[in-house]
């Protein structure tokens, strides 16, 4: 089976799942989007995706950061969320916290023990000697670049009965993605449907079992 191909006729294949089953969804005036046949995926090609550096750039124009009191009350609902899943004082990675980890402290206050990890600021959990209850990852994976090694290493620091607790929009098949206020940030490259997660949750050995339907799903 041959590969779809992009406009400059590079081939894509599905950034999750492998699949050689994908298709040029749409487009903007900034880049392409093509969606997987098998998983649901809806991604935005490599060539396609602003550099590290760039997002680097663009995520230090954001005010997340500690004292930036709606951004703590957003993540203190996360946080609660979070503790709500059936764990007792539990070990936490925070998957992708951002070079202040707010949300990491946040849950270091609250009976558990959160260690932050995002190598795009030399915050690195992976070598940990311990395998954590519960990894969070708030709006993180639809950032991720390599999904396969980001799943896997997941799959490593998570044991094998704990808790993923995934916090992204979720798109709906009905609706318009173009003016889906998600996609205009380009640093959003991975869009993600119930069915999507259903199968990344197989992946790493899991399944979903509890989402809102909008952008929390939680795997076990």
């Known amino acids: ?9 590079t081939s894509v294949a599905c950034r999750l799942c492998g699949s050689a089953r994908t298709v040029e969804y749409c487009r903007d005036a900034a880049r392409p989007y093509f969606r997987c046949g098998e998983c649901a995926l809806i991604f935005v090609p490599e060539e396609y995706q602003v550099t590290p550096e760039e997002e680097k750039v663009r995520y230090g124009k954001h005010t997340n950061d500690k004292g930036d009191k709606k951004y703590e009350a957003y993540l203190s609902a996360i946080a609660r969320d979070v503790l709500d899943l059936p764990v007792a004082s539990p070990r936490i990675v925070d998957f992708g916290s951002g070079p202040h980890h707010v949300l990491s402290d946040i849950l270091n206050t609250r009976e558990a023990r959160c260690v932050p990890h995002d190598p795009l600021y030399g915050l690195d959990a992976a070598g940990s000697p311990e395998q954590f209850d519960i990894a969070v990852l708030c709006e993180t994976i639809e950032h991720v670049r390599n999904l396969p090694a980001e799943i896997n290493l997941l799959s490593r620091l998570v ?39 259903t199968v990344a949750a197989g992946i790493m050995g899991k399944r979903v079992v509890r989402t809102n339907g909008k952008d929390t799903v939680v795997l076990q």
């Not at 779809?4 to 006729?9: A, L, N, P, T, V």
């Not at 929009?169 to 997660?197: P, R, S």
């Open 1 to 9: 089976m041959r590969l779809e191909q992009s406009g400059d006729g």
């Open 159 to 197: 044991r094998p009965e704990g808790f993923v607790y995934i916090h992204t929009q979720l798109y709906d098949h009905a609706g318009d993605f173009l003016a889906w206020w998600y996609i205009k940030d380009v640093t959003h490259i991975n869009f993600f449907c119930e069915e999507t997660m």
